[in-house]
């Protein structure tokens, strides 16, 4: 037995929730272009909440990259500035949103509550 968190010796810590915000499972059209980058990757979210997004990749971009991201929901075109914070090898990125242009985070928080409501 583990005298400081009373778990036996070897067991594996409960993993802890990071996220912010919920997220949900939804298809929505999303434009990725890498900083400095002109060539756009159109994608489908595979899970999106307010603070960011998972798109499915061959070919993964690398970690701690920016991007700029075009999303768009119901009627709406929503950009954001976003950072590359998980990369699994010939399956995905998951994409942290940084910075909303406009209205964008308001837009996405009504589509979000929309969908769940």
């Known amino acids: 037995m583990d005298s400081r968190s009373n778990r036996p010796s070897g ?3 409960p993993q802890v929730e990071r996220r912010h915000f919920p997220r949900y499972s939804v298809n929505v059209q999303v434009e990725l272009r890498q ?5 756009p990757l159109r994608l489908e979210t ?3 909440s307010r603070g960011g997004c998972y ?3 061959m070919m993964p971009l690398p970690l701690g ?3 700029n991201a ?3 929901v119901a009627d709406n075109t929503i950009r954001v500035r976003g950072r590359v914070v998980t990369r699994h090898p010939q399956f995905g990125n998951g ?3 940084l910075e909303f242009e406009g ?3 308001q837009l996405l928080a009504r589509y979000l509550d929309a969908i769940v409501g």
């Open 70 to 72: 075009t999303l768009w």
């Open 55 to 57: 798109v499915q990749l």
């Open 46 to 48: 595979t899970d999106l």
């Open 103 to 105: 209205n964008g985070e």
């Open 35 to 39: 900083q400095d980058c002109d060539v």
């Open 65 to 67: 990259v920016y991007v």
């Open 11 to 13: 067991a594996a810590a």
């Open 95 to 97: 994409i942290m949103f």
